[in-house]
């Protein structure tokens, strides 16, 4: 029986990985991207979609049943991070941040789960990051986004328990991808504060974490594999952590808050 994905945010790094990983394990791929030149490249079904957009939503989930009749795993990747110190984030530009990578992800989860519950199967995996569970100076906007993933995949997880539909979350540190130019983007439309300087240069200097020379930065395809892991796995774990950066950053939570708080300070000293 031939298993279906669909999958978004596809145009590059590890939502583009993922398609190609889960088509090449012999799925039919559903990959989706706002703008259509950015998928025609690639061997699976593509389709338009915007995850702030219900129309695109419906129209392309409807299709899927259409075409296959099922959709056996939903990997909510699009996202984008808006960088920056809280006071300099707008409200409209923290709305923005929860409307793609907290409500997206529930209006696919909305627009899936009944025909998933028809199925009496499935599996949701949601691309979270590590910065879902740790919180770095510049990163609130973002790390509020996936903090809040984090949580909702919790109680979702907990009641499709018994309805035979799998959640799972998967947390990447720094990835070799387009991630970082997009966060650049978003850091130079906030006005800054002169008190804030140091959190801007720490982010900056944190981009080069992610470049495609950093021995710290995992591949996409690292990314997809673990997706993929999440995706065909009969009880796939609630969390996977990706990259032995990204896994040693994690360690911080376990931190006291005081703690955690003199190393920022140190950071700012630095």
Partial sequence: MERTALVTG??????????ETFSEEGWTVYATARDETDIAALDTETAVLDVTDDEDIERVVDRVIEETGRIDCLVNNAGYG????????TAEQLTDQLDVNLVGPHRLVRAVLPHMRAAG??????????AGRVAPPGAGAYAASKFALE?????????????????????????ETSFRPRVEEELDTLSRT??????????????LLSGAASPLAATPETVAATVLEAG???????????????????LAR?????????????????
């Fill in 10 to 19: 596809c145009s590059s790094g590890i939502g583009r990985a993922t398609a």
């Fill in 82 to 89: 808006q960088y920056g110190p809280l006071e300099d984030v």
């Fill in 121 to 130: 199967e499935g599996t949701v995996v949601n691309v979270s990051s590590v």
């Fill in 151 to 175: 949580g909702y995949s919790d109680a979702l997880r907990s009641e499709l328990a018994e309805l035979g539909i799998d959640v799972a979350l998967v947390e990447p540190g720094p990835v």
């Fill in 194 to 207: 002169d008190d804030y300087e140091w959190v801007y240069e720490l982010q900056e200097d944190a981009g």
């Fill in 232 to 250: 065909v796995s009969t009880n796939p774990k609630a969390r996977y952590a990706v990259g032995g950066f990204g896994k040693a950053l994690l």
């Fill in 254 to 270: 376990f931190l006291p808050d005081s703690l955690r708080d003199r190393i920022a300070g140190l950071l700012r000293t630095l």
